[in-house]
């Protein structure tokens, strides 16, 4: 990479970093990824290996003593640091370790997208990408610890390798990817290339698949086993609308959450960018719960959105029509940066998915989740770290405002400051 577009990624991390200081929450938003950090203290000694209380999240039973989750284990071993401040400093505290951590598979995703993207096309605007990353719906997973960010890290990551043609390297990632979230299998059309390139990707990616076949024997007795089949959300039931769900409906549609993203569809000329996409609506889609539980819109799909976004990155591809939408899409988001997306999501339906409030929080507009975060918005004290810690001190919540805002003023002026730097550099070259 060239001096001018070191720079340049230097600039996005900064400002990617002004913004999550901005929206930062400090804690979780979902039972699911707390059963995930009781599991990374599992690997603590806190419990035993691999179990959690049941208490949080979906549960299921395995061939050992005790419950367990149906999830990968690669997030909770990410989380390993948070559930070692939760042991010392009290849960609270590993909360917040969780939500620095997931800032930080943020940075790393945005670090390598833009890389890939300056790989692929060259000439990458940052503020453009920046905006693309906004409207994929990245900052608000920045944002919500989900294990989605952590995955789509790792898989961006490998997918940047792989353009590099460092096989071996990409296959690490993506087994990593694999390992935290088990649908990131779809994202291996991204990676496919000659043979010989394949095998070099699979030396990468072989220890991470015995890795998942070694813990699902162990949790369940059969290395083909990971728990789902318990799950009655995730059952297979073809073209029963969540196809289309995942496209249109209010609740979790990704017209209405991220409509540059089926802009880009239109862009996409490497067919390696789409067929994960594709793959990942058609899979979800046929699932009995396809929503994602209470995630901020489509969250199944996430991990293959800055994919799709790709296409769009190099300088102006759609015209004046990219920053209609891109607009639109970053004014959709703003909400969920200010509340809690997922509490206003319970708040309107019954967490089981056959439930009829539930089905109306999918599919009426007026119980949709993005409705009801812009009714609510700059409503109550805003869910931000520095405003929570100003009302547990009994201060105002101003200051916990400020306070937060001059953090994020500082990330925001020196990645400007660099990016002046940049363009000054780049006429004095010219």
Request: hydrophobic share 55%.
């Amino acid at each position: 990479m060239e001096p001018l577009q070191k720079s340049r990624l230097q600039a996005v991390i900064l400002l990617w970093a002004a913004l999550l200081a901005l929206v930062f929450g400090g804690r979780m938003y979902t039972t699911d990824v707390l059963a995930q950090y009781e599991v990374a203290g599992s690997f603590t000694g806190q419990r035993s290996f691999m179990s959690v209380s049941g208490d949080f999240g979906w549960v299921v039973h395995g061939s050992r003593p005790g419950l367990f989750v149906p999830h990968g284990a690669g997030f909770s071993i990410l989380l390993i640091p948070a559930a070692v401040a939760g042991q010392f400093l009290g849960l609270n505290a590993g909360k917040l370790v969780m939500a620095l951590l997931n800032a930080g598979f943020s940075l790393a995703l945005i670090g390598f997208w833009y890389a890939s993207a300056v790989k692929k096309y060259s000439d990458v605007p940052v503020l453009r990408f920046i905006a693309i990353a906004i409207c994929g719906m990245v900052l608000v997973y920045g944002r919500m610890t989900f294990d989605v960010t952590a995955a789509a890290a790792a898989a961006m990551a490998g997918f940047y390798f792989s353009l590099h043609d460092r096989m071996p390297a990409a296959g690490l990632c993506l087994g990593f990817a694999i390992l935290i979230r088990a649908d990131s299998l779809l994202l291996l059309p991204l990676f496919w290339n000659d043979w010989r390139s394949m095998k070099k990707l699979l030396s990468g990616l072989i220890p991470f698949i015995l890795l998942i076949l070694f813990l699902n024997w162990y949790r369940f007795g059969n290395p083909f086993l990971d728990g789902h089949g318990q799950d009655p959300a995730i059952a297979f039931e073809p073209f029963k609308g969540g196809i289309p769900g995942l496209l249109l409906s209010p609740g979790k549609g990704l017209l209405f959450y991220g409509p540059l993203c089926i802009f880009a569809f239109f862009f996409q000329k490497d067919w390696r960018l789409c067929i994960p996409f594709a793959l990942s609506l058609v899979f979800h889609g046929m699932l009995h719960d396809w929503s994602g539980g209470t995630g901020w819109g489509p969250r199944f799909l996430f991990t293959t959105l800055p994919f799709l976004l790709l296409a769009l990155s190099f300088k102006g591809v759609g015209g004046k029509l990219f920053w209609v939408i891109a607009i639109l899409g970053i004014i959709v988001c703003i909400p969920a940066f200010w509340s809690n997306p997922s509490l206003l999501e319970q708040t309107a339906g019954a967490d089981l998915f056959d439930e009829p409030s539930r089905q109306a929080v999918l599919w009426t507009f007026s119980s949709s989740p993005l409705i009801a975060a812009f009714r609510n918005f700059a409503t109550g004290v805003p869910d931000l770290f520095c405003v929570t810690a100003a009302a547990s001190a009994g201060i105002s919540i101003w200051i916990g405002i400020l306070a937060q805002t001059i953090a994020a003023l500082v990330l925001a002026a020196g990645g400007l400051l660099m990016l002046a730097k940049n363009r000054f550099n780049g006429k004095s070259v010219s």
